[in-house]
């Protein structure tokens, strides 16, 4: 069973930053695809971004140029550096994993992300 731990959320005003982390106990983590999702208030859970194991980056068309995703194979993390934050990106992000050999899913338990002034 493999345990994602997201952090870094909380409020920011529009225009700022936030950095989120997943931490994952995934092993080894350099076989798995990370991906952020997020889900606003009466919406679906979308795509943000992802990383493959390769390290091949893809974006929602609406935070390219504002979001970054990174990975860390040695510490088993994935970032997203998030900037010019809309009030548009409200919402909880959830990372997730997937194994490339047997494609199971996982999930963190979220974060939530509110950008207000």
């Known amino acids: 069973q493999v345990q994602l731990v997201e952090s870094g959320g909380g409020l920011v005003q529009p225009g700022g930053s936030l950095r989120l982390s997943c931490a994952a106990s995934?092993?080894?983590?350099?076989?798995?695809?990370m991906t952020w999702y997020r889900q606003g208030p009466g919406k679906e859970r979308e795509l943000v971004a992802g990383i493959s194991s390769a390290g091949f980056r893809n974006y929602a068309d609406s935070v390219k140029g504002r979001f970054t995703i990174s990975r860390d194979n040695a510490k088993r993390t994935v970032n997203l550096q998030m900037n010019r934050l809309k009030s548009d990106d409200t919402a909880v992000y959830y990372c997730?994993?997937?194994?490339?050999?047997?494609?199971?899913?996982?999930w963190g338990q979220g974060t939530q992300v509110t950008v207000s002034s």
């Open positions: 995934a092993s080894p983590f350099s076989t798995y695809d």
């Open positions: 997730n994993a997937r194994s490339r050999s047997s494609l199971a899913d996982y």
